[in-house]
Nanobody
Framework: QVQLLESGGGLVQAGGSLRLSCAAS????????MGWFRQAPGKEREFVAG?????????YYADSVKGRFTISRDNAKNTVYLQMISLKPEDTAVYYC???????????????????WGQGTQVTVSS
């Protein structure tokens, strides 16, 4: 069992920045592929960014955030980050991190493949 706890959400003006953190409970954190998803009111949960396990040599981003968001991981701290810059009102959503324990070196981008989810953190971007 892996417990995930997101933090770093909040209210920011358009054009601003935030950094989300997701702390994992397992010391085997490095063996999990990690991802960030978001869900806006009335919409389905959507993929935002993913990073492969171990050193995180592979990353993948949704087109809507490419060039503005950066996912990274610090295995020594059992934490994955999502650095967000140039935020837009349409980035407003609850952001979730997720962990996938499948022994693969690929980036996981579908919700159904993730085994564990955090409770989410709200990001609100005002115009």
């Amino acid at each position: 069992q892996v417990q995930l706890l997101e933090s770093g959400g909040g209210l920011v003006q358009a054009g601003g920045s935030l950094r989300l953190s997701c702390a994992a409970s397992r010391h085997t954190f490095s063996s999990y592929a990690m991802g960030w998803f978001r869900q806006a009111p009335g919409k389905e949960r959507e993929f935002v960014a993913g990073i492969s396990r171990w050193s995180g040599g592979s990353t993948y981003y949704a087109d809507s955030v490419k060039g503005r968001f950066t996912i990274s991981r610090d295995n020594a701290k059992n934490t994955v980050y999502l650095q967000m810059i140039s935020l837009k009102p349409e980035d407003t959503a609850v952001y979730y991190c997720a962990a996938d324990g499948t022994p693969s070196d690929r980036v996981v981008i579908t919700t159904t493949e993730y085994d564990y989810w955090g409770q989410g953190t709200q990001v609100t971007v005002s115009s």
